[in-house]
């Protein structure tokens, strides 16, 4: 074997091992098998997986969203769900469950909940963005802490805005594609419309 023929064989062996098409398994086994192949995947991300990525599993032209659909429908039954958010799928608990999740986290110590103050400024991000902090001030009456909006940004839900238009062009504040995955939203849109308007 020559070396150029040696340094071409890993990509096909690596090719003949991953069968996306799967012609040798009778129809309905092969359909099992994508269903499979995408319910794993989308189970080892912390992250979702968008149509593209989860179309590269299965053979070519076949459709993921009725695989999903198929795979929803197994799971009407189980603790928890595929959703989709942010243009992609990911698997969530079902929020019948949250007590039950709230209540062991805590006793592993392991809470994520925000306090009342970080939940009410990463809804005012939310609904306001770009928002400086003197904007922030004129929401809640007093000063937003500093800390305080290390946290979200350490959290990854909110990340620096543009500058604001106000004399020393302060950064402003604005919600992240985790702020969208951790609430269930595919986009800004989908936020619940205020009870209150102001001016």
Aim: with cysteine; proline share 6%.
């Amino acid at each position: 074997m020559s070396f150029s023929a040696a340094k071409r064989s890993p990509p096909e062996e690596s090719k003949a091992l991953f069968d996306r098409e799967l012609e040798d398994l009778p129809a309905e086994l092969r359909w099992r098998e994508w269903m499979g192949r995408i319910e794993a995947t989308l189970f080892a991300s912390a992250s979702p997986i968008g149509r593209d990525e989860l179309a590269c599993l299965v053979g070519q032209g076949v459709s993921v969203e009725m695989l999903i659909n198929d795979i929803q429908a197994e799971l009407t039954v189980r603790p928890y769900e595929l959703i989709q958010v942010t243009g992609g799928w990911m698997f969530r608990t079902k929020a019948h469950f949250a007590e039950v999740i709230k209540a062991a986290a805590d006793l592993g110590d392991q809470s994520s909940e925000f306090n009342e103050m970080e939940m009410a400024v990463l809804c005012a991000v939310a609904y306001h963005q770009p928002i400086d902090r003197s904007g922030l001030a004129d929401i809640f009456g007093k000063e937003v802490s500093r800390d305080l909006l290390s946290r979200l940004k350490y959290r990854n839900l909110i990340t620096n805005g543009p500058r604001a238009p106000r004399p020393g062009a302060p950064h402003t504040f604005v919600t992240t594609n985790d702020f969208l995955v951790m609430f269930d939203l595919q986009s800004l849109r989908d936020l619940p419309e205020l009870g209150i308007h102001t001016e």
